[in-house]
């Protein structure tokens, strides 16, 4: 095992990455910019590193950076978490030549998972159903006419390189094609830095299910069920749990072959996700694999009973994966919800500043992933997420009922958060019966 690793990441998931590190004995190196001086999760790291000012792109995006902290704190490996570097081939290429182990898949498979065009193409070769759409980018406005009317409307633009929802657009005929062409590559270009975009025909009122899949460096290849993911604010993820309740068996076997396979294609090892639309007939397609360890794993930890993190420090470590496919089984019911500090009374602005009242829910089969404490000054200049509610329990119905509980214990004052949200979700009907799909939230819960 590692004898050091740096956590080249921030807040909420450094620190579970940390306590994973602490409970397998790997002393930790954690880096910060100047925003985060003051997180008193730095304390539990061994050492922390300031590697730069607040803006991403001079700190936590900066590879010079990290590296020069890695080389000077002599560590053996980094972690990348999620977001900034996480899914950043070049950077996975760098850790490689200085000799120091990228905790993930290897460079040539997160460049081409990380291209969505040719993802795409992995999963259809390898007999993996994927959305109807163009093959591969669309070069022209005319091209996009085109393709649009062969798949037929509504038809989906979206990035190539994409993420978090960005650089995406739904038409519904020609003029808002050409108009969302444009914007989409735009958004594309402003957030990626490479305007390419491809069509996919919109699937209606889909549900999000995706696989969580884990692989060592010796060939063994396995998936860990599925999250359920169709509780989403523009294209992102609000709510997850697992498993999904709209799968059997027979659907999760299916599913789970088919991530395994579209993973094998791509000589993937590490933790990742293989994401999948299903429509109302239940027929999924492929739409992406996520080549890091993602927000919403802790579901799948509990009702696995794996530590998925924990886990990719020993494949990473080159540790052979200790179980086969047929000794994982889903118990229970888990949920988790996004505790994000944003207002959903005005259009789900962030809110930062500082958290001066801060009582977190507690009980049995209550976890909270977080950094953030009364107290704390969340800084305007990353992701507005602060934490992340997770309850276990051995039903689903449980489950929401205990979430209902532990979001009504939870007090947050000085800044605004999405919990009330959480609290209209937990109470509705639809989701209490399991009917929800990738636009309930805008359409049922905050209709226009
Ligand atoms: P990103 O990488 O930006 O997260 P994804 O390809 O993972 O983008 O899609 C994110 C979400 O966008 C999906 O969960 C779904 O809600 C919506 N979406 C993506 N593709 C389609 C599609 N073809 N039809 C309907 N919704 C889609």
Same mark, same amino acid.
């Given at each position: 095992?590692?004898?050091?690793?740096?956590?080249?990441?921030?807040?909420?998931?450094?620190?579970?990455?940390?306590?994973?590190?602490?409970?397998?004995?790997?002393?930790?190196?954690?880096?910060?910019?100047?925003?985060?001086?003051?997180?008193?999760?730095?304390?539990?790291?061994?050492?922390?590193?300031?590697?730069?000012?607040?803006?991403?792109?001079?700190?936590?995006?900066?590879?010079?950076?990290?590296?020069?902290?890695?080389?000077?704190?002599?560590?053996?490996?980094?972690?990348?978490?999620?977001?900034?570097?996480?899914?950043?081939?070049?950077?996975?290429?760098?850790?490689?030549?200085?000799?120091?182990?990228?905790?993930?898949?290897?460079?040539?498979?997160?460049?081409?998972?990380?291209?969505?065009?040719?993802?795409?193409?992995?999963?259809?070769?390898?007999?993996?159903?994927?959305?109807?759409?163009?093959?591969?980018?669309?070069?022209?406005?005319?091209?996009?006419?085109?393709?649009?009317?062969?798949?037929?409307?509504?038809?989906?633009?979206?990035?190539?390189?994409?993420?978090?929802?960005?650089?995406?657009?739904?038409?519904?005929?020609?003029?808002?094609?050409?108009?969302?062409?444009?914007?989409?590559?735009?958004?594309?270009?402003?957030?990626?830095?490479?305007?390419?975009?491809?069509?996919?025909?919109?699937?209606?009122?889909?549900?999000?299910?995706?696989?969580?899949?884990?692989?060592?460096?010796?060939?063994?290849?396995? !998936?860990?069920?599925?999250?359920?993911?169709?509780?989403?604010?523009? !294209?992102?993820?609000?709510?997850?749990?697992?498993?999904?309740?709209?799968?059997?068996?027979?659907?999760?076997?299916?599913?789970?072959?088919?991530?395994?396979?579209?993973?094998?294609?791509?000589?993937?090892?590490?933790?990742?996700?293989?994401?999948?639309?299903?429509?109302?007939?239940?027929?999924?397609?492929?739409?992406?694999?996520?080549?890091?360890?993602?927000?919403?794993?802790?579901?799948?930890?509990?009702?696995?009973?794996?530590?998925?993190?924990?886990?990719?420090?020993?494949?990473?470590?080159?540790?052979?994966?200790?179980?086969?496919?047929?000794?994982?089984?889903?118990?229970? !019911?888990?949920?988790?919800?996004?505790?994000?500090?944003?207002?959903?009374?005005?259009?789900?602005?962030?809110?930062?500043?500082?958290?001066?009242?801060?009582?977190?829910?507690?009980?049995?089969?209550?976890?909270?992933?977080?950094?953030?404490?009364?107290?704390?000054?969340?800084?305007?200049?990353?992701?507005?997420?602060?934490?992340?509610?997770?309850?276990?329990?051995?039903?689903?119905?449980?489950?929401?009922?205990?979430?209902?509980?532990?979001?009504?214990?939870?007090?947050?004052?000085?800044?605004?958060?999405?919990?009330?949200?959480?609290?209209?979700?937990?109470?509705?009907?639809?989701?209490?019966?399991?009917?929800?799909?990738?636009?309930?939230?805008?359409?049922?819960?905050?209709?226009?």
């Amino acid at each position: 095992m590692f004898r050091r690793v740096l956590i080249a990441n921030r807040g909420e998931i450094a620190l579970r990455v940390m306590r994973a590190c602490r409970e397998l004995g790997i002393e930790t190196v954690c880096v910060y910019s100047k925003a985060d001086e003051e997180a008193a999760y730095l304390r539990f790291a061994d050492q922390a590193i300031c590697i730069g000012p607040a803006p991403s792109a001079k700190s936590y995006l900066d590879i010079p950076s990290i590296i020069a902290a890695a080389e000077i704190a002599d560590v053996e490996a980094i972690h990348p978490g999620f977001g900034f570097l996480s899914e950043n081939a070049h950077f996975a290429e760098v850790c490689q030549s200085c000799k120091i182990k990228f905790i993930g898949p290897s460079p040539e498979t997160i460049a081409s998972l990380g291209n969505k065009t040719r993802a795409r193409e992995i999963a259809a070769e390898a007999g993996v159903p994927t959305v109807p759409g163009s093959d591969g980018p669309v070069i022209t406005e005319e091209e996009a006419l085109i393709t649009a009317r062969k798949i037929g409307y509504p038809v989906i633009i979206k990035a190539a390189a994409g993420g978090g929802g960005r650089g995406m657009r739904v038409a519904h005929n020609e003029i808002s094609l050409v108009n969302g062409y444009h914007q989409a590559r735009a958004e594309a270009e402003a957030a990626f830095k490479d305007s390419t975009v491809y069509l996919e025909k919109l699937i209606v009122e889909p549900r999000h299910v995706e696989i969580q899949i884990l692989g060592d460096e010796h060939g063994n290849l396995l !998936h860990l069920g599925e999250r359920d993911c169709s509780l989403q604010r523009r !294209h992102q993820k609000v709510v997850e749990e697992s498993p999904s309740p709209i799968l059997d068996e027979d659907l999760r076997r299916q599913m789970g072959e088919a991530a395994v396979a579209v993973a094998r294609a791509a000589g993937y090892y590490n933790a990742g996700t293989v994401e999948f639309l299903v429509d109302k007939e239940r027929n999924f397609y492929f739409i992406e694999v996520n080549a890091r360890i993602q927000v919403e794993h802790p579901v799948t930890e509990m009702v696995t009973g794996i530590d998925l993190v924990q886990q990719q420090l020993r494949v990473a470590a080159g540790e052979h994966l200790g179980f086969h496919q047929k000794d994982v089984q889903l118990r229970g !019911h888990a949920i988790e919800c996004r505790i994000n500090a944003e207002d959903p009374d005005a259009g789900f602005r962030p809110s930062p500043g500082r958290i001066e009242r801060f009582v977190a829910p507690g009980g049995p089969g209550v976890r909270f992933d977080s950094h953030a404490h009364a107290g704390y000054r969340i800084p305007p200049n990353y992701d507005s997420m602060i934490g992340k509610l997770i309850v276990y329990r051995p039903t689903r119905r449980q489950a929401i009922h205990a979430m209902a509980n532990a979001l009504e214990e939870f007090e947050v004052g000085g800044v605004k958060t999405i919990i009330p949200l959480h609290q209209r979700i937990m109470q509705h009907p639809d989701f209490l019966a399991g009917r929800v799909d990738t636009g309930f939230i805008e359409r049922v819960l905050m209709p226009r």
